[in-house]
Structures are given as C-alpha cells and as structure tokens.
C-alpha cells in the first residue's frame, strides 16, 4: 500500500512561470464560516538551497573568491535533487544578458526548465529565490548599467533539479513525444481537475504506451510515483527503468493568456546494468499548498471576486510574517500585478517585504480569479489599520 496525501492546491502565476510546479488551483471554502485560523496565510518556506550552492561554487571555483578577485564572471549551476552538482559552467560577465528566469540561461548547463524544483540567483551573499524575495528584481543587464563590473563581482545564476536526472534520457524527450500525440490535451484546468498522461517510452524516446486520464485534486493522492502506476499499460516492474513526472504547459497564467496544462507520468524501459525501479516523490503532490486558506480569504475580503468582470483590476493583500492579512484592496489599473511590490511599498512607506506570491485561482465551480500576496519580514513595521476598520484598504 502507497502512502497518501490529501491535496489542496494553490500555486502562483511567478511559480508556473519560474519554477515548473502545479496548476493553479484551490479548494472551496466558505467566507461565512471563516475562522481566524483559515484566514491565516504564512509566507512560502523558506528557500533551501542558497547554502548548498555557494558551497558547490566556492569547490568548484575558488579562483573567484580569491584576493584579487578574478575578472567579474558569471557562473550557472545546476543541482541534482540531492544537492549534488549536476553541471556548471564559467563565462565572462560581458558575454552573459538577459534574465535569470528565461530558459537561455539554463541552456548553458543543459537542463530545461520544467525539470527545476527552483531557480534563482544574485551575488554570492544573496542568491534570492526566483519565488522569494522580489525586492532582488535584479537582472545580469540592470547590474551592468549600475557599472558593477568590477573585477570583484560574481553573479550566479542556480537551478536545482527534482531528481537525479540522466542526460540521456532527459525528460523533454519525453514532452516533445507528449506534445506530438497528446498536443490536444493541453487545456485550462477545470476548477480541481487537470488532464494527465502516463506515458511507458521505448529507449528511442518514442512512446510504446499510453493512458489518459484525468487527475481530480479534491481526491487523496500517492505520495509516491512507482511501477505500480504503470501496472494499467501492461507493464511489469521488472521492466521499468526510471519513473518521473513533468508538465507542458502554455500561457502566463494571466487573464489575457491563461495558464493551460498536461500533467504527464513516465517510465522508462529499464537497461540490463539498471537496478529496479524505484519510487519517486510524486510531484503533483509536492506542489500542494494552502489552498483552503487561501480561497478562504479571497472569499472572505473580495466575495465577488469569481463573479467580477475579466477586466477588473486584480486583488491584492499584504500580509504579516504569521500570514495575517493587514490590508488589502485593488491596483489601479488591470494587468498591475507586474509591479505590485512597488505599488503596496508606494502605498505603505517603511515597510520591508519578503515574499511575493501571485496569479491565477480557482474554486470548485471552475470560475478564476486574479489575486496577488506579499508578505512583510519579520521585523517590518505594520501599516496602520485604515478608518473604518481593523483591516481594510483600497478596496
């Protein structure tokens, strides 16, 4: 008998876009019966990896920590899931552009981005998590127009990978197959259910079987993915190699480009030197969250969020470091949340924030809803409560 999880799930535009996760989705709750606890939303755990891929930095590179430093440079690294080096290289910092959370910039260690449990980079001391601190906002480019190119300066870009990925059988050979029989499939979300393919590949990259299904998040799910979810194709665990799980998706996540997706299970057949299939975290279930809390609050501080025109500017609500909601209210305009640290720091002068979430819900009935989350540090001071009310804001 697996072990089980029940799943709530709730995952932001950013994440879908930066770090290949889960469909943006959440449970239903009730505004009426809201408890203080349900309407309590803490920040994202904490990032993980920064220690573990300075350490890989600083043993593979230690001429750029030297004193003089060598010419300013920029080092992209991928992990293994367990925290092992997978790839990285070194280039000069001129020869390097764009930002960190396109694809281009993990081409260079040759792992795709539907493969990376997180992402993120900034210099030695503060490689910021591409879901966390969006007070970083830096770019390769931003940095170069401040003039830090100095022989001093060391930016790093990382990426941590899910699992132990083979290079020879990478997981996009697995999407290209998907997309080419499957393309059809890549749809919106229906409130708590997503299309899914299991998929058992030949060693060409081919696809030898195939079932589609659909997969429900208000039902309890595997913790783990293993042979036995490939006993439906006919396959015996004798001849699978690895099990893994990505996701095509297409669209932003925003209102104008919704986020469409395909959940995809794999196998690969296993080769004579292979050791058993072994089970694997099961990845749709890693990207659960708070799901109910947060439908909770939207419902509780915007009840007519589901109903409001597609125009309607997105909600949004800043938080404490506890995950009590402060204030809340709209940006000015559709299409803002871009800038949404910017416009509640604007709104709340002093206040240092931490983490950012934000981009497309659901609830049960299937209907979406734009909102967006920031969180104040720890230390932060707390804005002062509005007139009229002990949490209340443009709204």
């Not at 924030?353 to 104040?376: H, Y």
């Amino acid at each position: 008998m697996k072990p089980v999880v029940a799943t709530a799930v709730w995952v932001t535009g950013m994440l879908l876009a930066a770090l290949p996760e889960a469909p943006a989705l959440a449970t239903e709750a009730s505004a009426a019966t809201a408890s203080e606890d349900s309407l309590r939303k803490p920040p994202p755990v904490a990032n993980p990896w920064p220690d573990k891929v300075r350490e890989a930095v600083v043993a593979i590179y230690p001429e750029l920590f030297s004193t003089p430093a060598q010419a300013a440079s920029v080092v992209i690294i991928a992990l293994n899931g367990d925290g092992n080096v997978y790839a990285s290289t070194k280039r000069p910092f001129t020869e390097q552009g764009g930002e960190l959370t396109f694809q281009k910039t993990y081409d260079a260690v040759g792992v795709d981005m539907e493969d990376l449990q997180a992402a993120g980079g900034g210099t030695p001391d503060n490689l910021a998590s591409v879901s966390g601190d969006q007070d970083i906002g830096w770019s390769y480019a931003e940095t170069a127009a401040a003039g830090k190119t100095d022989a001093t300066e060391l930016v790093i870009a990382y990426g941590v990978l899910y699992s132990t990925v083979n290079p020879a059988r990478p997981s996009a050979l697995v999407r290209k197959a998907v997309r080419q029989r499957y393309g059809d499939l890549v749809r919106r979300p229906h409130g708590m259910i997503c299309n899914r393919v299991t998929v058992f590949m030949t060693a060409a990259g081919m696809i030898a079987r195939a079932k589609v299904d659909r997969l429900n998040f208000n039902e309890v799910q595997p913790a783990t993915l293993s042979a036995e979810d490939f006993l439906a194709l006919g396959v015996g665990a004798n001849r699978l190699g690895p099990v893994g799980q990505t996701v095509i998706r297409a669209g932003d996540g925003t209102r104008l480009n919704p986020m469409r997706l395909l959940l995809i299970n794999y196998a690969w057949p296993r080769r004579p030197t292979e050791a058993a299939s072994q089970p694997v975290t099961n990845r749709f279930v890693s990207f659960a969250s708070d799901g109910v809390a947060t439908l909770a609050i939207v419902d509780h501080y915007f009840p007519d969020e589901f109903r409001a025109p597609k125009p309607t500017p997105e909600a949004w609500l800043l938080l404490d470091h506890a995950g009590n909601v402060v204030r809340f209210g709209r940006f000015p305009t559709a299409g803002a949340w871009g800038q949404m640290n910017e416009f509640i720091k604007s709104q709340f002068p002093g206040i240092r924030t931490e983490q950012s979430a934000f981009g497309e819900i659901g609830n049960a009935a299937g209907k979406t809803a734009m909102v967006d989350f920031v969180w104040l540090t720890r230390d932060s001071p707390i804005p002062a409560p509005a007139a009229g009310g002990p949490v209340s804001g443009n709204h």
